[in-house]
């Protein structure tokens, strides 16, 4: 029996409906500042009442994948202290730039206002710590994101590697040492050119094994270390410095571990941080204080395990809206203060900035989740002795250059799944944050996932570590 033409037709709409569910729209364009033709970097830009967003790179430009289900939505692209530009993704024009205009509300008028709103920045910020239960996930939730994690000396790129990451969290309320995993999901680039013939991380990988923390570097000679120890050397370090559990479950993860007794931005943080009300901006037609961060009385150390990170002061800025006191972004230094760590950060990075971190949140259902973090920190790879009287395994002094790393992690969230069935179906599944173990790259996946992109002078330093590699395979 030949099949009627009406199941032919019937076939080809639902080939043409199955297209449609997974075709997606990319959009890409730059964004500027209207007054001075500047670049404007990380400035957001979403699908509205969605979580589908991305955020500009250091030239101000973006590419964003917007499912086909949001096309008539409305596209959202606003920075902290401009005004925002709304049009529907489908008819927005990737050939024409974006420019924001700057918008500031009055400081003097909002400082008019009745008695019983806080009117320093300490208040302020105790105000939004106060709100957090009201403001954070009240509920378990799971986030997909992009991670990027790139470590360069003075000189060039040595090691870049790109990740899909699943983050769950248990809410904001709970506050045990399983409220929160993270799966790496798919790793897309995997460059490495570090050299592994330093004997610093070798000895501090011993030391932690051994227990034996009189060992020194001078007493290794190195032509008796097999390449592979070295290697597992670096991936522990990689790991205690660098891994993706430390910036999430540790300190600088300010507001999420506020409720931990001896978290950053606890109950005593005035001790440590003074906050100061500098004005008042708009971000998407909301007013947002602006508050300055510097340091209080006391030092802060982050009391990481087998490092010395004690004796900074704090910098920067934190952002909170006006109406709900959501923490909308917070921008985070920690600079060298003691004098055993201002030596200690002069001799080892030649910088006295230890810790950078920036952290935006985006608004859904009424609740703050984060949508972008950016974590930069200098990780010292090759310490050596001076030339001349070398004894025997002991390391030539290293190139100033090529001394440490500037080491950057970003990571871009680009969904939230509140389904508790889904929530409950990943649980069930094994979970692994390892970012440094290679896998095997999945070109099918990474066709519409959205990533961050890079800026020009990135592209150039990453296409030459790419000719140089020969650890990526795809």
Do not use: C
């Amino acid at each position: 029996m030949k099949p009627s033409p009406f199941k032919h037709v019937l076939g080809l709409l639902i080939f043409l409906s199955g297209l449609s569910i997974f075709s997606q729209t990319e959009i890409k364009n730059s964004v500027l500042d209207a007054e001075t033709f500047m670049p404007l970097e990380s400035a957001s830009v979403y699908v509205k009442n969605t979580t589908t967003g991305t955020i500009t790179n250091a030239d101000g430009k973006f590419v964003l994948v917007v499912p086909e289900k949001y096309v008539r939505d409305t596209l959202v692209i606003s920075s902290i202290g401009y005004k925002s530009y709304k049009v529907p993704v489908n008819e927005f024009d990737s050939s024409f730039d974006v420019y924001l205009e700057p918008d500031v509300a009055s400081l003097d008028e909002i400082l008019l206002v009745a008695d019983t709103r806080p009117k320093t920045g300490n208040d302020i910020v105790l105000r939004a710590l106060e709100r957090l239960s009201e403001n954070l996930p009240d509920s378990a939730y799971l986030e997909k994101g992009f991670v990027r994690h790139k470590e360069r000396n003075k000189k060039e790129f040595k090691w870049l590697v790109e990740g899909a990451i699943t983050l769950y969290d248990s809410s904001y309320q709970t506050n045990t040492t399983e409220f929160l995993k993270i799966n790496v999901d798919e790793v897309r680039k995997s460059y490495d050119l570090r050299d592994v013939d330093s004997l610093l991380t070798y000895t501090a990988y011993l030391k932690d094994k051994s227990n034996n923390k009189d060992l020194k570097a001078r007493n290794l000679k190195r032509d008796t270390i097999k390449t592979s120890s070295l290697v597992k050397a670096i991936k522990w370090n990689d790991t205690r410095i660098n891994g993706l559990e430390n910036l999430f479950h540790g300190k600088l993860n300010l507001v999420r571990n506020s409720n931990k007794p001896r978290a950053l931005f606890n109950e005593k943080m005035l001790d440590q941080h003074l906050f100061s009300l500098d004005t008042i901006l708009v971000d998407n037609d909301r007013k947002i204080y602006k508050i300055k961060i510097s340091k209080g009385k006391d030092y802060i150390n982050l009391e990481t395990k087998g490092i010395y990170n004690d004796g900074y002061h704090a910098n920067g800025w934190i952002y909170i809206y006006w109406d709900t006191y959501a923490i909308k972004k917070i921008e985070y230094e920690l600079v060298a203060a003691s004098s055993a760590q201002k030596s200690r950060s002069k001799t080892l990075f030649g910088t006295q900035v230890n810790h950078k971190l920036i952290i935006n949140y985006m608004e859904y259902q009424d609740k703050m989740y984060p949508s972008y973090i950016y974590y930069e920190t200098p990780k010292l790879v090759n310490v050596g002795t001076k030339t001349g009287n070398l004894a025997a395994g002991e390391e030539e002094e290293s190139n100033p250059e090529e001394r440490y790393y500037y080491t950057v992690q970003e990571i871009l969230f680009t969904e939230i799944i509140l389904d508790k069935e889904k929530i409950k179906e990943a649980l069930n599944s094994t979970w692994d944050p390892d970012i440094f173990s290679p896998r095997p790259y999945n070109k099918a996946f990474w066709k519409n996932y959205n990533t961050l992109l890079e800026s020009e002078e990135e592209e150039k330093l990453i296409q030459d570590l790419t000719k140089r590699s020969s650890l990526f395979k795809e």
